[in-house]
């Protein structure tokens, strides 16, 4: 199976690109840095598992089309596309900038459809894919200090559950994720925070790998996951 996960830089792309190599996927990874890109490759490839990555800007609608271009290349084709990059700034409706609400509008929204419009039509062609769409609980539910991510958030779900409706009849599933608060960013310098009782970037890709592993007649078509324990409890 040949995967591209966006996002995979760090943080939850990161987690299931690891996941998804460890269990014998070709992963495709997406950033914009190449550092980092090169280093998440290095460590998948040192456990034996087969990557390639591309560096793009996915705001950019040109440069996302090459990214995903070259990398099914690289693969040799796709089975399915992880949109998992995106921009979390927690901030209410007077302190986000102008410059803050279109980074998260370009992103969070045109990003995934630049990203996805891409890799649609060969998956039409082939009678087959797997879209997977990294959304949020912000995504479902309002967020206090948060009114632009979760406006974002709840266009990649609106987007995400009607394309569906519009690609299963040529055998391309779509499956809508909502992960709760997940322990992503290394911890601040200086910071005692404890972040344990946070999903953990691995078990989104646990989940994303029982996500396309279902029968080829079946789907899972949305997936809340959350930390068991309330914020601040292990
Ligand atoms: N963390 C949570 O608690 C949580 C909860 C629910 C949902 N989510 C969602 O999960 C996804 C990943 O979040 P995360 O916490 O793992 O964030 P993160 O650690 O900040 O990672 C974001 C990833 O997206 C990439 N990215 C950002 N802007 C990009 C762009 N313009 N073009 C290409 N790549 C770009 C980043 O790489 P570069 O900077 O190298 O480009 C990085 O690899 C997001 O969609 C977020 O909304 C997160």
């Known amino acids: 199976m040949k995967v591209i996960v966006t996002g995979a830089s760090k943080g939850i792309g ?4 690891t996941v998804l190599a460890r269990e014998g996927y070709t992963v495709g ?13 290095k460590t ?3 456990a034996g598992g087969r990557c390639v990555h591309a560096v793009c800007d996915l705001r950019d609608p040109e440069a996302a089309h090459q990214a995903m271009e070259h990398l099914i290349s690289r693969m040799g084709g796709i089975d399915a596309l992880i949109n998992n990059a995106g921009l979390v700034i927690r901030k209410d409706v007077f302190t986000l900038t102008l410059d803050e609400w279109r980074a998260l509008v370009d992103t969070n929204i045109s990003g995934l459809f630049y990203a996805t419009r891409t890799v649609l039509p060969r998956m039409k062609a082939q009678n087959r894919g797997h879209i997977i769409n990294i959304s949020s609980i912000s995504g ?12 974002t958030k ?3 779900t609106g987007f995400s559950e009607s394309l569906l409706l519009e690609v299963r009849q040529y055998g391309i599933k779509v499956t809508t994720v909502y992960p709760g608060s997940v322990d992503s960013g290394p911890p601040r310098p200086g910071s005692a925070e404890d ?3 946070k999903v953990q970037p691995a078990e989104i890709g646990s989940a994303c790998l029982n996500i396309l592993k279902t029968s ?17 409890k292990k």
């Open 14 to 17: 990161k987690g299931i690109a």
């Open 29 to 41: 990874l997406v950033a914009r840095s190449p550092d980092m890109l090169m280093a998440v490759q």
């Open 44 to 46: 998948i490839e040192s």
């Open 140 to 151: 479902r539910v309002p967020l206090a200090g948060g009114s632009a991510y979760a406006a």
């Open 154 to 156: 709840y266009a990649v």
């Open 195 to 197: 972040h344990s009782w």
């Open 216 to 232: 080829a007649n079946t789907l899972i078509s949305a997936l809340e996951i959350r930390p068991l324990q309330p914020p601040g």
